[in-house]
């Protein structure tokens, strides 16, 4: 009780008390506002995430006991911190368990931690791609994950993918759940491929539409064992400035392809090069990098933003 001096039973006047409740909080609203200049404030976990850049990197079609070029490209991702892909046929010749452990282990198995891989038709020639899940600790068969500010969809074009199928109505429901401006996939098979060997898949149709239809900027395959990159694409696979782009990155060891019919969106191609694709995904924008193992020279590097 505040105690007035004018009023001897000891009560205060509404105007007095007033005044010194006023005063008080005058002095608890200086205070805060000195604390808050003297500590820092912290930014919320979705600022730091939104403003933050992240790395991914790999490529397909990788490991065989009859080369070396998978240690070749396995010494590039030495040097590059980040998420690691593997986009299929991670280990010739039938992705058997014998394969991953005496294959793929050796050299790219290392990342193994940090590496976010998807099957390849090769891992389907061991029954289920058991070696394939039994090595990567039974991974879905397909999920998807944020990285920096994009979300990520590491897909299986092994199995169904029809319209009806479990993998595209989840990939649908998720789109739809997880709204981003930047989205990437990456599965094995292209839609889209100028190589001789497999060329355009038109099984992938349901796939790269869906993808185009959310708006993803980036689809990364492997299969055909070259490097292409393609302009910006519709759903019908033509060069449109609001489009959404390819790689075929089937350089991570298996021996090299070559190309046949050039498609009119092709834009870079090269068969005569291991190498790895490395994309680093900005908050709005991304810059891709193919970085070719020691002694090549060939490489392609750019930047494009976010639809």
């Given at each position: ?32 506002l ?90 389907y ?16 068969s397909?999920?998807?994950y ?56 038109t ?21 055909d ?39 009119p ?23 891709w ?19």
């Open positions: 009780m505040f105690k007035n001096h004018h009023n001897p039973a000891g009560t205060a006047t509404n105007g007095g008390h007033i005044s010194r409740v006023v005063s008080r909080l005058s002095l608890i609203a200086a205070a805060i000195f604390i808050g200049t003297v500590l820092p404030v912290k930014a919320l976990p979705t600022q730091q995430t939104a403003a933050t850049s992240a790395v991914l990197v790999g490529a397909g079609d990788i490991s065989t006991c009859t080369n070396n070029y998978d240690e070749a490209t396995a010494k590039l991702i030495d040097k590059i911190p980040g998420t690691v892909f593997a986009d299929g046929d991670d280990a010739y010749p039938s992705g058997s368990a014998a394969n991953f452990k005496n294959c793929y282990n050796p050299t790219w198995g290392r990342f193994k931690s940090r590496t976010k891989p998807v099957p390849g038709n090769h891992e020639n061991t029954p289920g791609a058991s070696g394939y899940f039994n090595y990567f600790n039974n991974i879905p397909y999920y998807a944020n990285l920096g500010s994009w979300r990520i969809y590491a897909l299986n074009s092994e199995i169904s993918i029809s319209a009806t199928s479990a993998e595209v109505k989840w990939l649908k429901a998720d789109l739809a759940a997880n709204p981003h401006q930047c989205v990437l996939a990456y599965w094995h098979t292209p839609r889209w491929s100028s190589g001789a060997t497999h060329g355009s898949s099984k992938i149709q349901t796939l790269w539409s869906t993808m185009y239809n959310a708006g993803a900027e980036l689809i990364i395959n492997g299969h064992h070259e490097y292409e990159r393609f302009a910006p694409m519709n759903a019908s696979g033509t060069a449109v400035s609001s489009g959404m782009r390819e790689f075929v990155v089937g350089t991570g060891g298996g021996s090299l392809y070559h190309f046949g019919t050039i498609l969106a092709s834009q870079v191609r090269n068969s005569s090069t291991y190498g790895v694709l490395k994309l680093t995904l900005n908050p709005t924008s991304y810059s990098q193919f970085v070719p193992i020691a002694g090549k020279t060939f490489t392609d590097s750019g930047t494009t933003s976010c639809r």
